[in-house]
């Protein structure tokens, strides 16, 4: 047919639709008769529906098939599509589809490659395998003789040659090397090829050899020539090695001895530790402790006549020590004569109260420390250091007069070299100076009697010399050898006598002290100071106290981190008789305990926490009873308890009003201090005092802003004082009023029951006889039936010939009306008494 009948128009035409939905093409139809007909044929697209809110998903055209592995064939490209005709959708498909292919054209690539560098990796494998063979055959001799002449020692002798267990490193398993395909095995290849591509979004992996890991470069594989194939590690070469060594010299080898050990064994110790020590089993001294009869476990403690016979049973040297040997035993150690250097004298001031020993101390080192002391007496002891014209140093101790510091007295006389008893000239001896007299001599000490105020009218020395002889106290100026001198403090007379006496006493008692040497001090004070916290005021018995040195006191322990001396001014040492101040406790030591400078810190904490322990068993420990302290008890269970919570600026005030407020106790009532401690008033004490409605006593001591609050809230009483006289003396009446009044009864009547009579409908007159005293309306009577008391009741009524009267005497007969009670009976006695309240007092 021509041209014009392809052209010519037909009578059909194509559906018109917007979205191209349909592609239209024409069919050639030949009919019988040799004519034909062209068709129209439509061909509709699949329409996609997705779910809603999800993307549809790509038509994805199936991959071509791969072409044939000997001659590649490219495969034919598809007619291109303009693509203004196709939709959004079509050229998503069309983008994606086309990405496919090229990475499954890429993959194909790379398996390819692959492949070939496998082939190649066999083959030179294969080759290097025949070439180490070969060189092997060639030359056996020089592998066998080298090792040999290498190991010849020095003196000839040729030790048998070391034999080491081949190690073949491990290899990744290589395929087979791809030979030559044959005719019928070249369809099936293909045909798996097919299959592979067919899902190329699930690829199969390869667990002999990972494809996904070939492609990494890891520094192992870069540095290694194996091509990344895992070596022998070094622990394991080790173990060859030892392994080969004793197979070696298995045979030659002897069994070494056991070591004897020195085992160090406590009181009481587990058998773990005590295996510890001895470097054993656990269990093999399990075994030995059930041979001998002690079912024990690994974690129960032994004494130590158990572990030394563990210990010599096992063949090792025991040394047993006790716990006291960690403590510090002073007077073991002794300093060589040759040592000792003098030092200045330790001097004590001691009297009663108000009798001028502060203002005598004030009067020597040019200072008022009187003034500043509350009520006008010392109730701290101070330690000073006063310099001489002569320039020689006397180091002196100021102790309270008042009765409730007597341990501080007994502290000052034990430390002390030289005590000077200051008495009154117009005052005499009093309670306080005779018990100074008395702590001086328990210490062995000299004394010297400074007889003070001898310019205050009424001043009389001699009567206080002559006083002194009843305590067997001689002066020199009575022929005894006790030094006496008389001053006045106020008008600073016989002061340079007084020095000259001291310094003449300290020279014929010729003090030393070794200074090179770790330091040990006496604690005169202490205290929890809000800024530096815990203080402790310090004198130096020997040695030198230096900055840093690491020391032990009592059972606290700390580092010096500050000296500081009685003027106030920071010290870097501190020598022999120097009193000091110490900054750089963990707690606040007690008055009186040693201070030693150790070695390390360790060894300060052990000895602290030792101590600790023992005065915990000391407080927790159970009297034994007997048949004394069980009646204290019976009576301590009876009598009321005075709760009380102290707080005190120091530790030696707070040790003074604990003693004076026990001496408060009587059988009655007890005082029961719940907390004494050093330093302000915080909320831990607020809370203490008000779960045990306790009064809180603040001695020169003040409560923190939230304490003080919590006080508020919880209504805790507070009670502030300064003077211990008068905490003493408040306390005192406190206490006497929890017990209320005292009910004293006095008798003072008698009466015998004659004859009971009726009176009223319900009531019984009882008609008496008055043996003794008097009778009188309205007083309590005791109604008694042969000794024993029937009732305690009062008299009603009171009556005598019918006549109501408000008293009757001895020797007269009456009629009474009992209240509360018709119990009476001719026979009985009655007992008049009256009862009187009064203040109780302690």
């Known amino acids: 047919m021509s041209d014009d009948t392809n052209n010519k128009p037909t009578l059909t035409r194509k559906p018109l639709n917007m979205s191209r939905s349909v592609e239209a093409g024409e069919v050639k139809q030949t009919v019988s008769h040799g004519r034909t007909n062209k068709v129209v044929v439509e061909v509709k697209r699949k329409k996609l529906v997705g779910k809603p809110g999800f993307a549809p998903e790509p038509e994805v055209a199936p991959p071509p098939p791969p072409p044939p592995p000997a001659a590649p064939v490219a495969a034919p490209k598809p007619k291109?599509?303009?693509?203004?005709?196709?939709?959004?959708?079509?050229?998503?498909?069309?983008?994606?589809?086309?990405?496919?292919?090229?990475?499954?054209?890429?993959?194909?690539?790379?398996?390819?490659?692959?492949?070939?560098?496998?082939?190649?990796?066999?083959?030179?494998?294969?080759?290097?395998?025949?070439?180490?063979?070969?060189?092997?055959?060639?030359?056996?001799?020089?592998?066998?003789?080298?090792?040999?002449?290498?190991?010849?020692?020095?003196?000839?002798?040729?030790?048998?040659?070391?034999?080491?267990?081949?190690?073949?490193?491990?290899?990744?398993?290589?395929?087979?090397?791809?030979?030559?395909?044959?005719?019928?095995?070249?369809?099936?290849?293909?045909?798996?090829?097919?299959?592979?591509?067919?899902?190329?979004?699930?690829?199969?992996?390869?667990?002999?050899?990972?494809?996904?890991?070939?492609?990494?470069?890891?520094?192992?594989?870069?540095?290694?020539?194996?091509?990344?194939?895992?070596?022998?590690?070094?622990?394991?070469?080790?173990?060859?090695?030892?392994?080969?060594?004793?197979?070696?010299?298995?045979?030659?080898?002897?069994?070494?001895?056991?070591?004897?050990?020195?085992?160090?064994?406590?009181?009481?110790?587990?058998?773990?530790?005590?295996?510890?020590?001895?470097?054993?089993?656990?269990?093999?001294?399990?075994?030995?402790?059930?041979?001998?009869?002690?079912?024990?476990?690994?974690?129960?403690?032994?004494?130590?006549?158990?572990?030394?016979?563990?210990?010599?049973?096992?063949?090792?040297?025991?040394?047993?020590?006790?716990?006291?040997?960690?403590?510090?035993?002073?007077?073991?150690?002794?300093?060589?004569?040759?040592?000792?250097?003098?030092?200045?004298?330790?001097?004590?001031v001691m009297g009663h109260v108000d009798h001028g020993k502060t203002s005598l101390l004030d009067a020597l080192r040019g200072a008022n420390v009187a003034s500043g002391e509350a009520g006008g007496i010392t109730q701290h002891i101070g330690a000073y250091q006063v310099k001489t014209k002569d320039g020689s140093l006397i180091t002196f101790l100021d102790t309270p007069g008042h009765e409730a510091f007597t341990q501080m007295r007994q502290r000052g006389a034990s430390v002390t070299d030289i005590v000077i008893l200051v008495v009154a000239a117009d005052d005499g001896l009093m309670p306080q100076t005779i018990e100074a007299i008395k702590h001086a001599k328990a210490a062995n000490v000299?004394?010297?009697?400074?007889?003070?105020?001898?310019?205050?009218?009424?001043?009389?020395?001699?009567?206080?010399?002559?006083?002194?002889?009843?305590?067997?106290?001689?002066?020199?100026?009575?022929?005894?050898?006790v030094q006496d001198v008389e001053v006045s403090a106020l008008k600073k007379t016989g002061l340079d006598d007084l020095l000259d006496k001291l310094a003449l006493q300290a020279e014929l008692m010729e003090l030393k002290a070794n200074p090179d040497r770790a330091a040990e001090a006496v604690v005169v004070e202490a205290q929890l100071d809000k800024g530096r916290g815990a203080v402790a005021t310090v004198l130096v018995k020997r040695g030198t106290l230096k900055r840093g040195d690491i020391f032990v006191v009592g059972s606290e322990s700390g580092k010096v981190r500050a000296l500081v001396n009685d003027k106030g001014q920071q010290v870097p040492q501190a020598g022999p008789a120097t009193p000091v101040e110490v900054l750089g406790l963990t707690g606040v030591p007690s008055a009186g305990d040693v201070l030693t400078v150790v070695e390390n810190e360790a060894r300060a904490r052990e000895v602290a926490l030792y101590r600790k322990e023992q005065s915990t068993k000391v407080r927790t420990a159970q009297v034994t009873p007997n048949l004394e302290n069980l009646f204290d008890n019976l009576s301590a269970t009876r009598a009321k308890e005075y709760p009380v919570v102290i707080k005190g600026d120091v530790q030696g005030s707070v040790e003074a009003i604990v003693t004076a407020l026990t001496n408060l106790s009587t059988d009655e009532i007890k005082v029961r201090?719940?907390?004494?401690?050093?330093?302000?008033?915080?909320?831990?004490?607020?809370?203490?005092?008000?779960?045990?409605?306790?009064?809180?006593?603040?001695?020169?001591?003040?409560?923190?802003?939230?304490?003080?609050?919590?006080?508020?809230r919880d209504k805790v009483r507070l009670k502030y004082f300064d003077v211990i006289y008068h905490l003493t003396a408040d306390i005192a009446k406190e206490m006497a009023g929890e017990l209320g009044p005292e009910i004293i009864e006095t008798v003072v009547g008698r009466a015998e029951v004659k004859d009971v009579f009726s009176a009223g409908k319900r009531d019984k007159a009882a008609g008496l006889l008055v043996v003794e005293g008097y009778i009188r309306k309205g007083l309590s009577t005791r109604l008694t039936r042969e000794d024993v008391i029937v009732s305690k009741t009062t008299i009603a009524s009171l009556r005598r010939f019918k006549d109501n009267v408000d008293e009757v005497r001895a020797g007269l007969e009456c009629g009474v009306v009992l209240a509360d009670t018709n119990d009476v009976k001719a026979g009985d006695m009655l007992e008049i008494f009256e009862v009187e309240e009064r203040e109780r007092t302690l």
């Not at 054209?105 to 070439?131: F, G, H, I, N, V």
């Not at 006083?467 to 001689?474: G, S, T």
């Open 446 to 481: 000299p004394m010297i009697v400074a007889i003070n105020k001898i310019d205050k009218e009424g001043a009389n020395p001699q009567r206080v010399r002559e006083r002194l002889l009843e305590h067997e106290v001689i002066v020199e100026k009575m022929g005894g050898d």
């Open 80 to 348: 291109p599509v303009a693509d203004d005709m196709l939709t959004r959708q079509e050229r998503q498909a069309k983008l994606l589809r086309e990405a496919e292919e090229a990475r499954l054209a890429m993959l194909e690539d790379t398996r390819r490659r692959e492949d070939e560098a496998r082939a190649r990796a066999a083959e030179d494998e294969k080759r290097r395998a025949e070439d180490n063979r070969k060189a092997e055959e060639a030359a056996p001799a020089v592998v066998r003789h080298e090792p040999e002449a290498e190991e010849r020692n020095d003196d000839g002798a040729t030790p048998p040659p070391r034999r080491f267990t081949p190690v073949e490193p491990p290899r990744r398993p290589q395929p087979a090397a791809p030979a030559a395909v044959a005719p019928a095995a070249a369809p099936v290849e293909r045909e798996r090829e097919r299959e592979e591509k067919k899902a190329p979004h699930r690829p199969t992996r390869d667990r002999t050899n990972d494809r996904r890991q070939s492609g990494k470069l890891t520094v192992t594989r870069a540095l290694d020539d194996d091509e990344g194939a895992r070596a022998r590690s070094l622990a394991a070469l080790k173990r060859a090695r030892e392994k080969e060594k004793r197979l070696h010299g298995g045979g030659n080898r002897q069994a070494q001895p056991k070591q004897a050990r020195d085992v160090t064994v406590p009181e009481v110790i587990t058998v773990q530790e005590l295996a510890n020590r001895m470097a054993e089993k656990g269990s093999d001294l399990v075994k030995a402790l059930f041979k001998m009869g002690m079912p024990v476990t690994i974690n129960e403690t032994i004494d130590a006549d158990t572990a030394e016979l563990l210990v010599e049973e096992f063949g090792h040297n025991i040394t047993r020590v006790s716990d006291a040997d960690v403590d510090i035993v002073h007077e073991e150690d002794v300093d060589a004569p040759e040592t000792l250097k003098s030092r200045p004298p330790v001097v004590t």
């Open 673 to 712: 201090v719940l907390l004494a401690g050093v330093g302000g008033i915080t909320e831990s004490d607020m809370l203490l005092a008000a779960a045990s409605n306790a009064p809180l006593i603040g001695f020169n001591v003040r409560p923190n802003s939230k304490a003080a609050a919590l006080a508020k």
